[in-house]
């Protein structure tokens, strides 16, 4: 069995019936949710990474995203 070659699939995810390859860092987090968001949320989720104070009034959505964000390596 020393002869076998395994090929691995590449992680290709499907969101709003648009294929994306699931991100790796924080960096390929943003970019996709910048490609999915309105500018409004994108800019929402911006200033709840940078603020705790923007972060608590931040509707329980955009939290998720947010706390998702952090779930990634730098």
């Given at each position: 069995?020393?002869?076998?070659?395994?090929?691995?699939?590449?992680?290709?995810?499907?969101?709003?019936?648009?294929?994306?390859?699931?991100?790796?860092?924080?960096?390929?987090?943003?970019?996709?949710?910048?490609?999915?968001?309105?500018?409004?949320?994108?800019i929402?989720?911006?200033?709840?990474?940078?603020?705790?104070?923007?972060?608590?009034?931040?509707?329980?959505?955009?939290?998720?995203?947010?706390?998702?964000?952090?779930?990634?390596?730098?």
């Amino acid at each position: 069995m020393q002869n076998v070659v395994t090929f691995t699939k590449p992680n290709v995810e499907f969101l709003l019936g648009n294929p994306i390859t699931t991100p790796s860092t924080r960096r390929e987090y943003l970019s996709l949710l910048k490609r999915f968001l309105t500018e409004e949320d994108y800019i929402d989720v911006l200033c709840g990474i940078m603020d705790d104070e923007i972060y608590c009034e931040l509707e329980k959505q955009v939290v998720d995203i947010i706390d998702s964000y952090y779930s990634f390596p730098h």
